[in-house]
């Protein structure tokens, strides 16, 4: 009786899962079936992960102490050379002091700033005179060739022809 009065209880969907409840438990273990399938492959991934890890921990640490020795000797390698610039530009500054004292000498022993400034601008009308020169011959000279050119062109019997040739 006391079956009927658990039935009457119960409600039809109530009912019905415990006739499908085979069914249920197969599916339910199924799907267990399937997890601890999946948490064991997930175990073993973290397993040769973490394996990976270690032998790349290894090999880092050589790495990073050549790294290490690498960036030491760059090191070096950069003070030395900022130290041979700052030599290059102590010479280069003794250089061009012993020149501007040179040049002050040079013009002291012409006679002065002004005679350094004649000399100078007869320098500069020389190079003028010559430039003009040069461009005075080489204009002749195109001027020249255009006449030979222009005779060539238009000789009598030529340029007869050519006006024939224009007008046809």
Known sequence: MQNTTMASVMSPDAANRTRASPQVLRDQESEIARLNKQLFNMKLRVFYLEERLAKS???GGEDMSALMKENYDQAMLLDEKTAELEERNLLLIKARNAI???QTDLEMARGGRGDRQEAEAGVRLEEREQEFEQYRRKMTA??????DANKQVCSPSRCTDIRWSLWS
């Open 100 to 102: 501007e004292s040179l």
């Open 142 to 147: 195109e001027l020249q060739a255009q006449k």
């Open 57 to 59: 921990g290894r090999q």
